[in-house]
């Protein structure tokens, strides 16, 4: 069983949808959690944290359920410019600290 | 958060030759850095952490005699494939820590390899 685990998709959603992913973590003593973007041929990027109490920042919205196991990533009114892959992270802090990257959900916004 | 330069951003070479790829830490000191590979719609696979002045930390399955990695000063480490095959065309990022970042960590943009 992979550590974390994503839908690769694609999400194919037109503009303004809303859209949600979800992420599945297999080790309970991972500790932070992350969504990062990476667009195309380009280094992932941090979008956000991801806390139990649920992190908002503007149009997306994460949240941990840490009984459950998992991740999610709320994006509202969806952009084209949010056509990329988003990738769960997952740091387990009693192994060093490493990222553990989940393989990634595709989105695609059309017009 | 610091910045982490990569370079080349693209590379293609002919089978059987090496390709070297740099990451320098820009205006700080990364005494530990991470390399990973990426292959088509795949996850970012962690293939060794590099440590200055010491041996590189290799990933199960990673060859460390393919993938050389040197890390002799806090600002750079490089990433060398040996006698590149098809196979190891991949994009590989490099990464090292940074506390001034949530994460705790810096990307560099990243090289995509192309071997013919």
């Known amino acids: 069983r992979k550590e974390v685990e994503q839908d690769p998709g694609p999400f194919n959603v037109p503009e303004g949808a809303t859209v949600a992913f979800n992420c599945t973590y297999s080790n309970s003593a991972s500790q932070s959690f992350f969504w990062y973007r990476q667009d195309c041929r380009k280094e992932p990027k941090l979008l956000m944290s991801?806390?139990?109490s649920g992190n908002e920042d503007g149009r997306f919205t994460a949240q941990l359920n840490r009984a459950s196991q998992y991740i999610s990533l709320l994006i509202r009114d969806s952009k084209l410019s949010d056509s990329a892959t988003y990738l769960c992270?997952?740091?387990?802090?009693?192994?060093?600290?490493?990222?553990?990257f989940g393989g990634g959900t595709r989105l695609m916004v059309k017009p | 958060g610091a910045v982490v330069s990569q370079h080349p951003s693209w590379v293609i070479c002919k089978s059987g030759t090496s390709v070297k790829i740099e990451c320098r830490s820009l205006?700080?000191?990364?005494?530990?850095m991470f390399w990973y590979r990426q292959f088509p719609k795949k996850s970012l696979m962690l293939m060794a952490t590099?440590?200055?002045?010491?041996?590189?930390?290799?990933e199960q399955g990673v060859e460390k005699d393919k993938f050389l990695i040197n890390h002799a000063s806090l600002t750079l480490s490089t990433l060398t494939v040996t006698s590149a095959h098809p196979e190891d065309s991949s994009f590989y990022i490099c990464?090292?820590?940074?506390?001034?970042?949530?994460?705790?960590?810096?990307f560099g943009s990243g090289t995509r390899l192309t071997v013919v």
């Open positions: 205006d700080f000191q990364a005494t530990t």
């Open positions: 990464s090292a820590r940074d506390s001034g970042t949530v994460s705790g960590y810096t």
């Open positions: 992270v997952v740091i387990l802090e009693n192994a060093g600290n490493m990222l553990t």
């Open positions: 590099s440590n200055e002045g010491s041996k590189a930390t290799y």
């Open positions: 991801v806390y139990s």
